[in-house]
T-cell receptor, first 113, second 112 residues
Framework: DAMVIQNPRYQVTQFGKPVTLSCSQTLNHNVMYWYQQKSSQAPKLLFHYYDKDFNNEADTPDNFQSRRPNTSFCFLDIRSPGLGDAAMYLC????????????FGQGTRLTVV | AQSVTQLGSHVSVSEGALVLLRCNYSSSVPPYLFWYVQYPNQGLQLLLKYTTGATLVKGINGFEAEFKKSETSFHLTKPSAHMSDAAEYFCAVTNTGNQFYFGTGTSLTVIP
């Protein structure tokens, strides 16, 4: 089945140690998103790609970066994770043509120790 | 600017009772509206969506929602709650497909 896959599902990292989360999709969608979701809160958009065009939200910390080497893959890099960065990170995709719908992966739960 | 407001961060219903989760939106142009469900430590799963046409939208698991432009509402209902419906529910809006704006979520508890 076509889907959005996030790896790993659970990630433990040390305070200040760079970490990368990955997302892949088989939907061939041209838009990919990264959301941060803290406990009992709504998902918060960090940035999105429309094809190769990167769109950063104004309040996304510089500590968060992203790469999209091709249509299928997108990475979230946290350069120096702090305790406040512990959260669920959600990847989603959508298409700019037809009916817009965001399809989500299962998420990566990041713990910072 | 677009936004959604979900009234009631926690809703409890008895098994078999009506489920009503409220969502009001703000959009300067005709919106696309969505309801998503999230189970613990899972991603968001699409329940249903409104784009154009029929204002009563049916989704998965027996849920439906009605788009009411005059009330700027898109409330989610289910006639009879099941234990498996216990989850977090998010309303979302977009009009460009570039950004999806989510409400703060409603946690549904189903009491046996």
């Amino acid at each position: 089945d076509a889907m959005v896959i996030q790896n790993p599902r659970y990630q433990v990292t040390q305070f200040g140690k760079p970490v990368t989360l990955s997302c892949s999709q088989t939907l061939n969608h041209n838009v990919m998103y990264w959301y941060q979701q803290k406990s009992s809160q709504a998902p918060k958009l960090l940035f999105h790609y429309y094809d190769k065009d990167f769109n950063n939200e104004a309040d996304t910390p510089d500590n968060f970066q992203s790469r999209r080497p091709n249509t299928s893959f997108c990475f979230l890099d946290i350069r120096s994770p702090g305790l406040g960065d512990a959260a669920m990170y959600l990847c989603a995709t959508s298409t700019k043509s037809g009916v817009y719908t965001a399809f989500f992966g299962q998420g990566t739960r990041l713990t910072v120790v | 600017a677009q936004s959604v407001t979900q009234l009631g961060s926690h809703v409890s219903v008895s098994e078999g009772a009506l489920v009503l989760l409220r969502c009001n939106y703000s959009s300067s142009v005709p919106p696309y509206l969505f309801w998503y469900v999230q189970y613990p430590n899972q991603g968001l799963q699409l329940l249903l969506k409104y784009t154009t046409g029929a204002t009563l939208v049916k989704g998965i698991n027996g849920f439906e929602a009605e788009f009411k432009k005059s009330e700027t509402s898109f409330h989610l209902t289910k006639p009879s709650a099941h234990m498996s419906d216990a989850a977090e529910y998010f309303c979302a809006v977009t009009n460009t497909g570039n950004q999806f704006y989510f409400g703060t979520g409603t946690s549904l508890t189903v009491i046996p």
